[in-house]
């Protein structure tokens, strides 16, 4: 597309738009977590005096952050290689087999994903009281399985149809068994896919607030996001801005590496088939 | 390197429907083997049959002498070439090669020679490092080729191996295949549905329409003495003519001329109700213009007058369109031959119907110019309406 | 040919394979491999929706373990008879259309300026992708801390007075920004995606047939992202109804801004009436299913995600 002058400076123009859009609030957060507590009052968007106190705090203090972020990421790993694993069993059957009721499975998944979460939360609230999961890793990673299996099977089903299954014949008349087409043909080229939906499932496990607020009670289970929301001053007259603002940059910094590492994975993964649905 | 012997070979899917219905079909070995047929017609199924890639429901699959029916694929010791040429794309060209070879175990010296002599082959020793993506459509088609001829199978299995080239470079590729095969004396069985590379590679053809063998033969008596309409209409560029005709007394009475039959095609036929509706067949190259035909081979047919709707220019030769008055043809097969050629109807008015004649480039002929045009009798091919089985054959 | 040489690309040839015992086989195989994920989606989502069904229908107390009793439908007359759950519906509905509306015009923006970027291509992709990135948590924090009077910047640097977080309305208006901040790139990836699939030519075509800049956007650009369109509106509207989390973190529910789930949860965990709250629960299940239905029903969305 050709572009005249003026188009050329309102596209640039756009472009440093988005740009502020996207970060302001992220830079705000760090710059935030850097001012020391004297100065954390002084409005101002910088800090006038750069220190690492607030991170200090976050560690050390009696905030159960330390715990809180081993939580976050055990769980959230757990939960992402649960639904792989599951994700991909059901994805590969969907994508290459022919059997009664895939067109179910495939709706009520997609039901599922669009459940409210405070719907389900209550029966689980009670129910895992009873059966002993509240307050435990197995009782976040459950529910957290639900609501990434949907994801993790449409990802994977997506990315499955784009391989090209003539390789796997192309493999046997190679002279290789079942097993050996899907491990030196099939699964090298899935990779991307399995990749790619990891990162979704992830991310969605560590976003959550509400399951881990409802059915943590301790430290035990008690996953970053909460903890950050249970920050409070040492005293009733200090300010946890400082250390909230440290803990967020901290839960936040990850996952946006990550995010950043594989933005072409995350964006192929997040519009894979809905663009064509 | 092995005999393939199909003996009343079915193959019927869940839902009833008959892919392959009774094919007998016997492949000697290092013959070259073209299947041939419309889309639909169960030649893919049958070479997937042949691989072991699909279930044989009844019948008998014998290579080099075995009952191979329940064998895998992989213990069958025969190459494919794929139509998408499914190429590893994770994998160089070296690997793709190399791959059967490493997953039996090979000695690696031997694979090396192997895939080097292969790359030798295909001229492909300039790319044996690089991935498929890299390459061109033609490259990937040698790989393909290099993947399957490194194994010295007992037989190669080719699935429309050209089809996804440009027309120039199928050409190309074309003669390549039968220079190779012919080098490998391998047993081959190609499928397609092109008629060009079904006459031009193959040492005998099998024609195939909704699952049944129709013709097996080799080129050019396919071409020369087809066994129905269907096989005379498939095989040949431009197509047979197809025209509307009974015969009385020995004389046929065509739409444009009655045509008194030479007494060896008379004899062929035999004897006929001259109610019959038939259907006469005649070659484009076997028209001629009258004022280019020698008067000794002027015996052999008859001439008429018409006029020229189109003349194209070949160069080497005029195809020359002209319309005669004739009912439109009722017959399965023609439909069938309809339905392949994407089931355009000629554009002629009802009643009527168009007919190509190839002539001589040294004819002087233009359009709407009257034009005294001769027909060889001896080529002639006749067909029942209704079953469409030849009478000359 | 056609149930046989599939190509390459297209899903294999399943259909046809015959009812031998290789059909049967693969029958049961593709039941066992998806038997593990169904069982967990319908043990620990659909369990749970069926439960809390049984459990609005009875008086159920934690405070009062002992008191349980069935009450048929009274948890539900109580529910939409109280202000409390009419004042949050109607937050969650305003919350809901706003930022969906700003969600779209900022995404189809920023979507277009991602396809026309002369420069800074990746940068702008990738930034983009950081509002994405952040947990919604530390985004509500983000913004309630910048409007916050005694740490915030934004207070004094737009002179907001009264600071907004004291008013209802001001309230209301951090919580969808930092919703509409935290989703609009997910929304602008998808219309990204759609505007990738509309051939340049058929602009061009347009132009030479006198289409203005605008005109090519509605007659053109709308109509052929309209799929990618509808299904982001779709997962937005669906997402935002459910909205927790920014709503907790930013206001917990003062100045009048409760949100359905927030209320659902002080129900349920603060007040610890189970009855209620699964009344509460079921409710909101039910308007979303209504808002998906009449989403495929009425405007055509379909994500079969194929």
Not at chain 1, 157 to 178: C, N, V, Y
Not at chain 3, 149 to 155: E, S, W, Y
Request: hydrophobic share 50%.
């Amino acid at each position: 597309m050709e572009y005249t002058r003026n188009q050329k400076i309102l596209w640039a123009l756009g472009t440093v738009v988005v740009l502020f859009y996207a970060l302001i609030p992220v830079i705000w957060i760090m710059s935030l977590s850097f001012k020391a507590p004297a100065t954390i009052g002084d409005t101002r968007f910088l800090p006038s005096d750069w220190t690492w106190e607030n991170y200090s705090a976050v560690f050390e203090g009696g905030l159960g952050f330390n715990r809180a972020l081993f939580n976050s990421i055990g769980i959230a790993m757990i939960t992402t290689v649960l639904a792989l694993a599951l994700a991909a069993m059901a994805a590969y059957a969907i994508t290459r087999l022919q059997f009664p009721g895939k067109t179910i499975i495939l709706a009520g998944a997609l039901a599922i994903s669009m459940f409210p979460q405070i719907s389900i939360v209550g029966g689980l609230f009670n129910v895992w009281r009873v059966v002993g999961l509240y307050d435990t890793w197995p009782g976040l990673i459950l529910p957290y399985l639900s609501f990434a299996l949907p994801l993790s099977i449409y990802t994977l089903s997506a990315f499955f149809r784009e391989i090209p299954w003539d390789l796997e014949k192309a493999a046997q008349m190679d002279g290789a068994t079942g097993a050996q087409a899907f491990r030196r043909v099939i699964l090298p080229l899935a990779m991307p896919g399995v990749f790619t939906a990891g990162i979704l499932a992830f991310i969605t496990a560590w976003n959550d607030f509400l399951f881990a607020n409802v059915l943590t009670a301790t430290d035990s289970a008690r996953t970053a996001p909460v903890a950050l929301s249970f920050f409070r001053g040492a005293s009733q007259f200090t300010d946890p801005s400082g250390a909230i603002a440290a803990g967020a940059v901290v839960v936040t910094i990850p996952i946006l590496i990550m995010v950043l590492i594989f933005q072409r994975r995350i964006v192929s993964g997040l519009t894979a088939g809905a663009v064509k649905g | 390197m092995a005999d393939i012997v199909l003996d009343r070979v079915s193959k019927t899917y869940s839902d009833g429907y008959t892919a392959v219905k009774d094919l007998n079909l016997e492949i000697a070995d290092g013959e070259f083997m073209i299947l041939v047929g419309p889309s639909g017609c169960g030649k893919s199924t049958a070479l997937n049959m042949i691989a072991g890639l699909e279930d044989i429901s009844s019948g008998e699959l014998r290579i080099g002498g075995e009952v191979v029916n329940k064998k895998a694929p992989r213990d069958r010791d025969i190459a494919m070439v794929f139509q998408s040429y499914a190429l590893y794309p994770h994998m160089t060209v070296r690997d793709n090669i190399a791959f059967a070879l490493k997953l039996a175990k090979r000695p690696k010296e031997e694979i090396d020679a192997k895939v080097n002599e292969a790359a030798e082959i295909l001229d492909l020793q300039n790319h044996l490092e690089r991935k498929p993506a890299n390459l061109s459509g033609g490259q990937r088609q040698r790989v393909a080729m290099g993947r399957a001829i490194v194994r010295n199978p007992k037989a190669f299995l080719m699935d429309e191996p050209l089809s996804n080239l440009d027309a120039k470079l199928r050409v190309q590729m074309r003669a390549e295949v039968a220079r190779i095969q012919h080098r490998l004396n391998t047993t081959t069985v190609y499928v397609t549905h092109d008629q060009t590379e079904a006459m031009t590679l193959g040492d005998r053809v099998a024609i195939m329409l909704h699952g049944e063998l129709q013709q097996v033969a080799s080129p050019m008596e396919l071409y020369n003495t087809p066994k129905n309409l269907f096989v005379a209409g498939f095989i040949g560029s431009p197509g047979m003519n197809f025209l509307p005709a009974t015969i009385d007394n020995g004389v046929a009475k065509l739409p444009m001329v009655d045509v008194k039959l030479p007494q060896e095609l008379a004899d062929r036929i035999g004897r006929i109700d001259s109610n019959k509706k038939l259907i006469a067949g005649v070659r484009p190259e076997d028209f001629e213009d009258a004022a280019h035909v020698g008067p000794d081979q002027r015996d052999r047919g008859t001439t008429f007058k018409t006029k020229f709707d189109l003349v194209e220019a070949m160069g080497a030769e005029y195809y020359v369109h002209f319309t005669v008055r004739a009912d439109s043809l009722q017959s399965a097969q023609v439909d069938d031959l309809l339905a392949d050629s994407g089931g355009i109807q000629d554009l002629s008015e009802e009643g009527s119907s168009v007919v190509v004649a190839r002539l001589d480039a040294e004819s002087k002929v233009k359009v709407d110019e009257p034009t005294e045009v001769w027909v060889d009798a001896t080529k002639l091919h006749f067909f029942d309406a209704d079953s469409g089985e030849s009478l000359s054959a | 040919m056609a149930q046989i040489a599939a190509p390459a690309t297209s899903p294999p040839p399943a259909a046809s394979e015959g009812l031998t015992d290789r059909a049967k086989a693969e029958r049961k195989l593709g039941w066992i491999l998806c038997a593990p994920a169904v069982l967990t989606m319908l043990l620990v989502a659909g369990f749970p929706i069926i439960y809390a069904f049984y459990l609005s229908l009875r008086r159920e107390d934690l405070r009062f373990p002992d008191a349980g009793e069935f009450v048929g439908l009274s948890n539900y007359s109580t529910v939409l008879t109280s202000t409390t759950w009419w004042n949050a519906f109607g937050n969650t509905v305003f919350i809901t259309v706003v930022s969906v509306v700003l969600e779209l015009i900022l995404g189809m923006l920023i979507a277009q300026a991602m396809y026309r970027a002369i420069f800074a291509r990746t940068a702008i992709r990738a930034s983009v992708l950081v509002p994405y990135g952040a947990v919604t948590v530390v985004a509500a924090f983000a913004w309630r801390l910048a409007f916050d009077p005694a740490t915030g910047f934004a207070v004094d640097l737009f002179n907001l007075e009264p600071p907004p977080l004291t008013s209802h309305w001001g309230s209301m208006a951090v919580i969808i920004m930092a919703e509409v901040w935290k989703t609009t790139p997910f929304i602008a990836l998808l219309l990204l995606g759609g505007l990738a699939l509309v051939p340049e030519d058929l602009y061009k075509a347009a132009k030479m047939d006198g289409a203005s800049a605008w005109q090519r956007f509605v007659k053109i650009t709308l109509p052929l992202i309209k799929p990618a369109l509808m299904v982001a509106v779709l997962f937005r509207t669906l997402d935002a109804f459910r909205i927790y989390d920014a709503a907790f973190i930013i206001t917990r529910g003062a100045n009048n801004t409760d949100t359905l789930s927030v209320l659902g949860y002080n129900q349920l965990v603060s007040r610890l009436n189970l009855g209620l709250g699964s009344a509460i629960s079921i409710l909101i299940f039910f308007c979303v299913m209504i808002i998906a239905f009449i989403f495929f029903r009425f405007l055509g969305a379909s994500p079969e995600r194929r």
